[in-house]
């Protein structure tokens, strides 16, 4: 349903864009959401895209470095990051929901599909 790709190893500063394809999604209203979990940390929310009306919000911990964005088709939902750290180490997801509330679009658990997490390493 989901594949996430993209993930690599870069340094500080450096950039990298994900990947989150989508397959076998037949109903029109749904978001995508983007989550990251490093080693005995919660998972965290970082960004989601509604697909009815293009809605993103990405959360205030990445502090503008990283965007949401999808292609023409709508089926491929990227996650643009800029000026990596260290601490942007983590294992990102993507995942599908289809009754995200739009006051809570970065919580996992109104997530119901997940697909495989791709590392992404940032070395200092």
């Known amino acids: 349903l989901l594949q996430a790709s993209g993930g690599g190893v870069v340094r500080t500063g450096e950039s990298l864009k994900l990947s989150c394809a989508a397959s076998?999604?037949?109903?029109?209203?749904?978001?995508i959401g983007w989550f990251r979990q490093a080693p005995g940390d919660d998972r965290e929310g970082i960004a989601s895209l509604k697909s009815i009306d293009g809605t993103t919000v990405v959360s205030g911990s990445v502090n503008g470095r990283f965007t949401i964005s999808r292609d023409t088709a709508g089926k491929t939902v990227f996650l643009q990051m800029s000026d990596l750290r260290p601490e942007d180490t983590a294992v990102y997801y993507c995942?599908?929901?289809?009754?995200?509330?739009?006051?809570?679009?970065?919580?996992?658990?109104?997530?119901?599909?997940w697909g495989r997490g791709t590392l992404v390493t940032v070395s200092s």
């Open positions: 076998g999604i037949t109903r029109e209203d749904f978001s």
């Open positions: 995942a599908v929901g289809f009754q995200v509330p739009s006051a809570s679009p970065l919580q996992p658990l109104w997530y119901e599909a």
